[in-house]
């Protein structure tokens, strides 16, 4: 069985699915939270509210929307939380989709090797001007 969440909020989810269930029908359903929290996952229940069949080389998968049921407080607050955790991981993939290390490396040992050069050069000035007199 596949199951990938496409979009998460806080009332509903789209997920990607090779075992669809039928618009409205109540499931169960759980997502797995990462690795370092204390809870391998969050159960929740919710009601299908769209379904659509998507086909490709691999065979057919189905796009579902599901609305959240019956959302503890606990676990409202765990889902706000998940949620801000996936966009903080979007972000940092994003800004290191467009960032580049070895370039920016680069730059900062051209820099520093301009400053030693400088740095050395205002060296022999100083002592340059140490050993001339003014009259």
Known sequence: ???SIVRLME???TLITSEPEEIGVTTDFEIKLPKDVILDS????????????????????YLME???????ETNRLILLAYIKYL???KQLDDLFTHFN????????????DEFIE??????????????????
């Open 101 to 112: 290390l070895k370039s920016v490396m680069e730059n900062v040992l051209k820099c520093r």
């Open 66 to 72: 599901i609305s959240v049921l019956d959302l503890t």
């Open 11 to 13: 009332d509903n989810l």
């Open 118 to 135: 400088y740095k050395a050069l205002e060296e022999f000035i100083n002592a340059k001007i140490k050993d001339v007199t003014f009259q």
């Open 42 to 61: 969050l159960s929740l229940r919710g009601k299908v509210t769209k379904r659509a069949r998507l086909s490709n080389d691999q065979g057919a998968y």
């Open 87 to 89: 966009e903080r991981e």
């Open 1 to 3: 069985m596949i199951n």
